[in-house]
Every structure is written in C-alpha cells, then in structure tokens.
C-alpha cells in the first residue's frame, strides 16, 4: 500500500542565520579566555551568512518568480537560477516588482563584499597575499590589520587567520540581516507579509552583545 503525502515546504533561511548569531555567542565566549582580536568560528559564519541570504530569496524572490503565470519573455527561471547571487539580488526584485537594490550603496555593497569574501573561502587556494575583500574589510577595522608592506607580502599572518574576529562574524551577520530586510522593503504592500515574515529571523548584533 503505498502512501500519499501532501507536498509541503519549509523555510531554512531562519535557522541560517540563527547558526550565525550562535557563531558569534560561542565565539565572544572563547575571545574572553584566548588570544585578543582573535576568534574561531569566523569562517564558517561568513560562509553561512550568504547561504542564508540565497536561501531567503529562493523563499521568496525566486518563489514568486515560479509561480503560474508570471511573465518570463526576459529569462526564465532556470536561466535565473545559473545566475551569480549578487546579480540576482539586483534581478530579481527588479523583474518582478519593478523595483530594486541600489549597487553603489549600501547595503548591497557590503552584501557583495561579503559574497566576494564566501567565495575566495569556498575555494580556497592557501594564497599568502590576501585578496581584495581582505583588504577592504582591513582597512575598516573589521577584520586584523597588518602594516601596509606585510600586507602587500602576504605576511607575517596568514589573511585566512587575520579574518577570524568577532567584529568579522557580527558584520557577516548585520550585512545579511540588512540585505535581507532592504529585499523585504521592496515587496509590495499585498505581498509584504510573507516577505516581512521570513526576514524577521534575520537580527542585528549591536556592538554592545560582546562579551555577554
């Protein structure tokens, strides 16, 4: 006898980004006894981070996209789905709602930053000289600064150690927090609801939850 189950979904993009903030929370906790500006855990939550922003545009963004009926005489969803996530972050709210992220403001900017970071990690060449989102998020104090000729070098410390901070996993964090509810801002007012909800689960850490 075989049995029929009714199709059903669920949304994945909360518990994302709640193993984020849970990165963070283990992560002041060794800060507090280990070396100082160093933390564990950073690496995965920046890898984390974006999956959890992709899976929330997949709950939403692209779900609509799917539905019957909706226009695909410009690309079709398959097509979409081939697409970088920084351009389908820009696409996607713009095909079906007319509206969109801006690319020279924030806070798309850190969003592709962050991207940019997820991808020099996710294929990770054990490079000396840092790349270029290392030295973005340097230069702001996110990440461990080294003097400009050792930056240059590649040296005295590998730029995988130099992103394991605190500060790196609490931006990861923000960045898709932020991006997450600037997408559910251009939903329009009948569809909101599901798009507001989902984006809920995406929390800022202020600065002040250090330590606790």
Do not use: C
């Not at 939403?60 to 389908?88: C, N």
């Not at 927090?177 to 801002?185: D, I, K, P, S």
Request: net charge positive; proline share 7%.
């Amino acid at each position: 006898m075989t049995t029929h189950y009714a199709q059903s979904a669920t949304s994945i993009s909360g518990d994302l980004i709640s193993h984020v903030e849970s990165l963070h929370r283990t992560a002041s906790e060794w800060t507090s006894r280990g070396p100082a500006g160093l933390a564990p855990l950073a690496i995965p939550a920046y890898i984390v981070a974006v999956a959890a922003v992709e899976a929330y545009l997949n709950e939403t963004y692209s779900y609509y996209f799917r539905l019957p009926g909706e226009d695909e005489e410009v690309i079709s969803a398959d097509a979409l789905e081939k697409l970088e996530l920084g351009l389908k972050l820009i696409l996607l709210p713009y095909l079906l709602f007319g509206k969109k992220l801006s690319k020279s403001q924030q806070p798309y900017q850190d969003m592709d930053l962050l991207i940019k970071l997820r991808n020099e990690l996710v294929h990770y060449k054990m490079s000396g000289k840092p790349p270029k989102p290392v030295k973005s998020l340097a230069q702001r104090g996110i990440i461990k600064r080294v003097p400009p000729e050792q930056e240059q070098a590649g040296g005295p410390h590998a730029w995988a150690d130099r992103i394991s901070t605190l500060e790196g996993i609490r931006w990861a964090n923000n960045t898709a927090a932020a991006t997450v509810h600037a997408l559910a801002a251009l939903a329009p007012s009948d569809k909101a609801k599901a798009f507001t909800s989902l984006a809920s689960n995406f929390r800022t850490i202020p600065l002040a939850a250090r330590g606790k």
